[in-house]
């Protein structure tokens, strides 16, 4: 009943199985669903498929109590739960910049056929906005028509690295519901995060809305973040030609409030598996709904992006003492260390990595490249299996001509530059995310590039 409804998550991917993990935490009874028996029999032997801190703990102890479970079976799912989420993955199509629905449809639809009672089916994964309606129609198609099966719509803002707290703790719920039984489902669905909010002396905030706004928000939002990231790197831009300081600039409007400090860090640019692809689904979208005027900045935002990949093969080049030809420099005969592999610290995510990228530019610019990577190497090595892999740090750097510093990892920030310095054939350092004491460095006989800083 709507006390306590039984929650399911479809699609065990990094969504779904931190949605799972952590609604069984608030005392839910959940059900994770995945067609994948691997990643089914991990999650149900305790183990996370991917590196999210403090998820382990959690998805053990609501194992051994009894509150989560994991299936393959659609049937199972379609008996157990009262509320279904839709948490499959929504990728860029091959053809174009659009979303590909075809594992929301699959979910949907084979979902659908085995509901024998009424029951709300919510969607959270990233889409074009016109899905849920969409949703509706298949559920209509497929799911036993006396049922009366609703459809509703609720976004998330996970952070890769901070995602259980975005779960358990979230600034603000969104739903989108078209009516009164669906909005007390999901209100009770999330009861668990107002009740720990109301013992911690917060509030969450609850935005009821239709299924368009609904869809909306989540685009908007990272689009938003995305051009405040390509905001501060067009500034990077002008500084580097002006001789001015990005980062003091950044610091200057981030202490007007309306502006704020946040997402304003210049640096290789944004990557990861959610925002070079929202931006670009968000377009292809308003283009087709006649809107794509309206979001033609976007396009801009991500070529701004794309560049900062390009400035760092300049600045090797420059500190190198490499002549760019029409081709782009030639970087043969060197050796370049890359730090960072993961498209920011604390993840070993390498989708849509700025740092590899740029790896990929070096070496087809003939450079010998080394990177290293405090968690991503595995994933690395699949992505670019063409690189040089070291198991450290200081291998990584041993002979280099010139170093880059690709993702902020604690690790790199807190490097000796001095006992580096005596590791490296040449000492070169380009600072891709500004995130290291240039002073330091520069004392310890290190020639300093940073991004936007003179
Ligand atoms: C993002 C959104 O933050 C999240 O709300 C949404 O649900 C999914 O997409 P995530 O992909 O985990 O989350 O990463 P985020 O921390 O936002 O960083 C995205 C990229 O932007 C990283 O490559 C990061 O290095 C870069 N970035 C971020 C900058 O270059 N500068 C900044 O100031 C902030």
């Known amino acids: 009943g709507a006390a306590r409804p039984r929650l399911a998550f479809l699609g065990t991917g990094y969504l779904g199985a931190t949605y799972a993990i952590c609604f069984a935490e608030l005392g839910y009874e959940v059900l994770g669903f995945d067609v994948d028996e691997a990643k089914i029999a991990k999650l149900a032997g305790g183990a996370v498929p991917f590196h999210e801190p403090g998820l382990d703990e959690l998805l053990r102890r609501n194992l051994a109590a009894g509150r989560l479970r994991f299936t393959t079976e659609y049937k199972e799912t379609a008996d157990f739960a009262d509320v279904h989420f839709i948490c499959v993955g929504t990728p860029q199509r091959a053809d174009g910049m659009g979303a590909d629905l075809s594992y929301v449809e699959s979910a949907v639809t084979g979902l659908a056929q085995h509901l024998t009672r009424k029951a709300l089916i919510v969607g959270k994964s990233t889409v074009p906005v016109g ?48 009516s009164d039984w669906a909005n007390a489902m999901l209100y009770a669905s999330h009861k668990g995060v107002f009740d720990l909010a109301a013992t911690e002396d917060r509030e969450v905030p609850l935005v009821v809305t239709d299924f368009a706004t609904a869809e909306l928000v989540k685009v908007a939002a990272n689009a938003f973040l995305a051009t405040k990231i390509s905001f501060i790197n067009a500034m990077a831009e002008v500084c580097e030609v002006a001789g001015g300081d990005v980062t003091m600039l950044a610091r200057s409007i981030g202490y007007d409030p309306r502006i704020g400090n946040r ?10 598996g ?25 396009h801009e935002v991500d070529l701004i992006n794309l560049r900062r990949r390009t400035r760092v093969l300049q600045l090797a080049a420059e500190l190198l003492g490499r002549r760019s030809g029409p081709a782009g420099p030639d970087l043969s005969g060197t050796r370049v260390a890359v730090l960072g592999a993961t498209f920011k610290p604390n993840s070993d995510d390498v989708r849509d990595a700025p740092s590899l990228a740029v790896a990929a530019l070096l070496a087809k ?35 280099a001509d010139l170093v880059c510093v690709l993702t902020e990892w604690a690790d790199f920030r807190n490097a000796d530059p001095v006992a580096l310095g005596e590791l490296a054939a040449g000492r070169r350092v380009i600072d891709g995310r500004n995130c290291l004491d240039s002073a330091l460095w520069t004392h310890a006989g290190w020639e300093y590039r940073g991004m936007g800083r003179p």
Request: net charge negative; proline share 6%; with cysteine.
């Open 263 to 272: 997402f304003l860090q210049a640096g290789v640019g944004f990557g990861g």
């Open 365 to 399: 610019a003939g450079a010998d490249v080394h990177v290293y990577d405090p968690e991503g190497m595995e994933n690395a090595r699949a992505a670019q299996p063409d690189l040089t892999y070291e198991p450290s740090m200081n291998d990584a750097v041993r002979g």
């Open 131 to 178: 899905t849920a309606e969409w949703i509706e129609q298949l559920v209509g198609k497929h799911a036993p028509a006396d049922l009366g099966i609703e459809v509703a719509w609720s976004p998330e803002f996970l952070q890769e690295g901070f995602a259980v707290e975005d779960v358990l703790r979230p600034n603000r719920i969104v739903i989108g519901v078209k």
């Open 274 to 298: 959610c925002l070079p692809k929202d931006i670009r689904a968000f377009q292809a979208r308003a283009q087709e709904l006649g809107a794509g005027e309206a979001l033609r900045f976007l």
